[in-house]
């Protein structure tokens, strides 16, 4: 298990923008070879898929309603994944997870909840219409 710290999330009007962050400021371990997941849970509803990024940062998953809106990224020097966010819509309204693989480079990006083996304690994203 990795401490997984979000950041980043708040209210914006719908079309407008926010930039997730989640940091594991206390691994120590090499972060560069685990993919990094985003998940969300609106209330009632159960986890979902957002996005994840293969630990080469050479390939990425998105679910079908963020493709094209939302941008994986991360920075392995400071141990960072983020989750840019464009063109906000008030359905994308949920608690945001960020997860570590429980695999080390692994051969394909997952995207099964049950793939990561630590999660951040989430970050709150509210749209507004």
């Known amino acids: 298990q990795v401490k997984l710290v979000e950041s980043g999330g708040g209210l914006v009007q719908a079309g407008g923008s926010l930039r997730l962050s989640c940091a594991a400021p206390e691994f120590t371990g090499p972060f560069s070879e685990f993919a990094m997941g985003w998940f969300r849970q609106a209330p009632g509803k159960e986890r979902e898929f957002v996005a994840a990024?293969?630990?080469?940062?050479?390939?990425?998953q998105y679910m079908d309603s963020v493709k094209g809106r939302f941008t994986i990224s991360r920075d392995s020097s400071k141990n960072t994944v983020y989750l840019q966010m464009n063109s906000l819509k008030p359905e994308d309204t949920a608690i945001y997870f960020c997860?570590?693989?429980?695999?080390?480079?692994?051969?394909?990006?997952?995207?099964?909840?049950?793939?990561?083996?630590?999660w951040g304690q989430g970050t709150q994203v509210t749209v507004s219409s």
């Open positions: 997860a570590k693989d429980r695999q080390r480079r692994r051969s394909f990006v997952p995207t099964a909840i049950g793939a990561f083996n630590s």
């Open positions: 990024i293969k630990w080469s940062d050479d390939a990425w």
